[in-house]
């Protein structure tokens, strides 16, 4: 009777250019076209193709934010996941949401869905943490295999081929555990409009972080936001001699 | 519903342009539009680039009244479906890899 749980989280598009607030206190986000992180993508597909090969039972999936996060929910209930829980956060307490209060979150689901499986993307293209997989795993005192590019499912064992620096390692963990999505994991499916009307049908679940017993509570504070310092534009020479000239003369040589 | 009520109004003018006479294969064509007409809110030119060539290319086909002629077309369309997402997926693909791998040597 296993059930997986699979994060996804709703971020701002991969291909719009980030405009920074000019008071510096983050980044332009109303107006601004928001999708699913692609990280959460491959772990949905992930989760959807265990399910498909009669591995894995259930597939729910699960987002923490605003009423907007259902947009990404139905998405990923259109991709294949069964159904779907989400976990209202908004205000302040979304601004400052973290790794933290979410691991705490997913912690408290996973005991209580009784999952065998939680899987993760590795990191969020707007924070780029890559830390509320290995959280999670701590807080439930679960084994992780983190930036998976190959997952298989041997019995009560999970064997994880990870990216790593160098090279791949290659891992054996017990289930019940943690996986975290790298990009190579698989090629997600779209989520077509027919997909999509289907998945209309499909439950999402509402729930308050207190009804979990999650304190929002976060420890970090955004201090500053600013944009990377431009490029400074090159210079162009015409000859190998002045090419040295003007290294002798920037001190380089 | 994710779509733009100017895209269903456009799905509906489609309709209409096809006549109020059925004929065969009437509501796999309005599907199929329908189909497109989503998949293209994602263009990389711009929603309303796609939807304006989309309707020409639709509207350009409309006095067709041969079934295997149709179906030929809708089969192309599907074809078109599958590329987009092609398209989609390694636009994505390649600017994540960009973004956070290091260049292989």
Same mark, same amino acid.
């Given at each position: 009777?296993?059930?997986?749980?699979?994060?996804?989280k709703?971020?701002?598009?991969y291909a719009?250019?980030?405009?920074?607030?000019?008071d510096?206190?983050?980044v332009?986000t109303?107006?601004?076209k928001?999708?699913?992180n692609?990280?959460c993508?491959?772990?949905v597909?992930?989760?959807?193709?265990?399910?498909?090969?009669?591995?894995?039972?259930?597939?729910?999936?699960?987002?923490?934010?605003?009423?907007q996060?259902?947009?990404?929910?139905?998405?990923?209930?259109?991709?294949?996941c069964?159904r779907?829980?989400?976990?209202?956060v908004?205000?302040?307490?979304?601004?400052?949401?973290g790794?933290?209060?979410?691991?705490?979150?997913?912690a408290?689901?996973?005991?209580?869905?009784?999952?065998?499986?939680?899987?993760?993307?590795k990191?969020a293209?707007?924070?780029?943490?890559?830390?509320?997989g290995?959280?999670?795993?701590?807080?439930?005192d679960?084994?992780?295999?983190?930036?998976?590019s190959?997952?298989?499912?041997?019995?009560?064992?999970?064997?994880?081929?990870?990216?790593?620096d160098?090279?791949?390692?290659?891992?054996k963990?017990?289930?019940?555990?943690?996986?975290? +999505?790298?990009?190579?994991?698989?090629?997600?499916?779209?989520?077509?409009?027919?997909?999509?009307? %289907?998945?209309?049908?499909?439950?999402?679940?509402?729930?308050?972080?207190a009804?979990?017993?999650?304190?929002?509570?976060?420890?970090?504070?955004v201090?500053?936001v600013?944009?990377?310092?431009?490029?400074?534009?090159?210079?162009?020479?015409?000859?190998?001699?002045?090419?040295?000239?003007k290294?002798? +003369?920037?001190?380089?040589i | 519903?994710?779509?733009?009520t100017?895209s269903?109004?456009?799905?509906?003018?489609?309709s209409?342009?096809?006549?109020?006479?059925?004929?065969?294969?009437?509501s796999?064509?309005?599907?199929?539009? %329908?189909?497109?007409?989503?998949?293209?809110?994602?263009y990389? %030119?711009?929603?309303?680039?796609?939807?304006?060539?989309?309707?020409?290319?639709?509207?350009?086909n409309k006095?067709?009244?041969?079934?295997?002629?149709?179906?030929?077309?809708?089969?192309?369309?599907?074809f078109?479906?599958?590329?987009?997402?092609?398209?989609?997926?390694?636009r994505k693909?390649?600017?994540?890899?960009?973004?956070?791998?290091?260049?292989?040597?």
């Amino acid at each position: 009777m296993s059930r997986v749980l699979v994060g996804v989280k709703r971020v701002i598009d991969y291909a719009v250019k980030i405009r920074v607030k000019p008071d510096h206190s983050g980044v332009v986000t109303d107006g601004v076209k928001h999708s699913m992180n692609p990280f959460c993508e491959i772990a949905v597909e992930e989760a959807v193709k265990l399910k498909e090969k009669k591995l894995i039972k259930e597939v729910v999936a699960v987002s923490c934010g605003p009423t907007q996060v259902t947009e990404t929910i139905r998405t990923a209930l259109a991709m294949g996941c069964d159904r779907g829980i989400h976990v209202e956060v908004s205000g302040k307490d979304y601004e400052a949401m973290g790794p933290l209060q979410i691991s705490k979150i997913f912690a408290a689901l996973a005991k209580k869905e009784e999952a065998s499986l939680i899987i993760l993307g590795k990191q969020a293209i707007d924070d780029d943490c890559n830390q509320t997989g290995q959280m999670t795993a701590a807080l439930l005192d679960w084994p992780q295999g983190t930036f998976a590019s190959e997952v298989t499912i041997d019995g009560e064992k999970v064997k994880v081929v990870r990216e790593i620096d160098g090279g791949l390692e290659t891992i054996k963990i017990s289930m019940p555990a943690v996986l975290t +999505a790298d990009l190579r994991l698989n090629t997600p499916r779209y989520a077509t409009l027919p997909n999509i009307m %289907k998945a209309k049908k499909k439950k999402i679940a509402n729930m308050k972080p207190a009804d979990l017993g999650v304190d929002m509570v976060s420890r970090v504070e955004v201090l500053r936001v600013d944009e990377p310092p431009t490029r400074l534009a090159g210079v162009k020479v015409e000859t190998v001699d002045d090419l040295v000239a003007k290294l002798r +003369a920037n001190g380089t040589i | 519903m994710c779509f733009s009520t100017e895209s269903h109004l456009c799905a509906v003018q489609l309709s209409l342009a096809f006549g109020t006479m059925a004929y065969p294969l009437r509501s796999e064509v309005v599907r199929l539009y %329908k189909n497109l007409l989503y998949l293209g809110q994602e263009y990389p %030119k711009g929603a309303g680039y796609f939807r304006d060539r989309l309707k020409s290319a639709f509207l350009k086909n409309k006095d067709v009244k041969d079934p295997e002629m149709i179906k030929q077309m809708i089969a192309r369309g599907e074809f078109v479906i599958k590329e987009l997402e092609a398209l989609y997926y390694l636009r994505k693909y390649r600017t994540m890899k960009k973004r956070y791998y290091e260049p292989e040597e």
